[in-house]
């Protein structure tokens, strides 16, 4: 117990002094945009931001108020670096419980030490894990996040989906329930891309691409869906640890086959060479009830306030009840989702995710 509250005391010490450190350093984006010895490139991205958190506001209804209108220049490439872990013989995350925020399926800490210390024991104990950086995190409106160094950079539609996304949570968050929070902004987001794209003469992505990362995600749910099922079974553990390595082999024997022909395709093999039980658990705490929340969005009429409405009624059911009424959602989603991938082409083999699959059993 006396470990425990010193790791507790330490975990909440790095947070408070971390999260200090970036808003002492926050400056105005206004006034780095109109001085003229602000590096060009960097007045350039901030200009970006400007009109994202504009379009936030005024199209999307989204909170912005003086969030991200401040920049930090970081000393690290990340602002933090989140630890998930997940049982041996679970997909379902390992929580931890903080003040507001309820119970989360990540730890973050802004010193990388301290995370690769958390993670080392978490592995110690028998739990499959996965450490991350990143490079933005929503503080839910206690604060007004800055614009940060770690993300700054990227191109103005990258940047656009993630700032969509934090900015969601500022305006609904349910304490406890992270795949409810997590797709629900990540749906935000996706909703709201292609327009902004449009007004913006940026092109979207290329159809292939898009439906590459749908049948890297078709496999991994289906590599989810076979463990899953093993994890339930009555099998020994020797024999479950058995069965599982073979369906991970196989996970990635899949992804090679399916993405030969594949050009730019590193960040996708990294993923799958990481996959354990950490890895699928947090794909699915921000995915798997996207298209739930896109089909929500639809039958709102395609209305954000009325849509808002409809997502914080059901954030107040019980999580079962919300849980279920996005199950029924999904389904009806998938099914649309199914239709329109049948239609269109890919470049690679042809290779359906379960029948590859399959042969992991």
Known sequence: MAISGCETVHFYSQAATGQLKILAGRKPIDRL??????????????????????????????????AYSDFTQLEDEYVLYNVVAAPEFSLSPKRWCY??????????????RDARAQAGQLRAQGYDVYLGPVPAYSTLG????????????????????LLFHELAHRRLYIAGDTQFNESFATAVSRIALPDWRRRNGI??????????????NSLMV?????????????????????????TLRRLRYCYRKASEGWSEDEKFARMIEKTNNATLALVSEYQSQVPAFVQLYKDSGRNWEA????????????????????????????ASIEAQASSKKVTGPSLQSETCMSAAN
């Open 99 to 112: 003040p507001i925020a309820g119970c989360a399926s990540y730890r973050g800490y802004f010193d990388k």
């Open 307 to 334: 849509f808002y409405l409809a997502v914080e009624q059901l954030g107040a059911q019980p999580k079962e009840a919300r849980k279920a009424r996005l199950d029924a959602l999904n389904k009806r989603a998938q």
């Open 203 to 216: 092109a979207a992505p290329k159809v292939a691409n898009v439906e590459q990362a749908r049948r890297v």
């Open 222 to 246: 289906s590599a989810r869906r076979q463990l899953q099922a093993l994890y339930q079974s009555d099998l020994s553990d020797d024999e479950k640890r058995a069965r599982k390595n073979k």
């Open 142 to 161: 206690w604060f007004d996040d800055p614009v940060l160094s770690s993300f700054v950079d990227w191109t103005p539609d990258r940047l656009a989906s």
């Open 33 to 66: 945009v109109a001085d003229e010895q602000t590096d060009p490139n960097l007045r350039r991205q901030l200009a970006w931001v400007q009109s994202i958190r504009a379009y936030a506001a005024g199209e999307l209804h989204l909170p912005v108020g003086t």
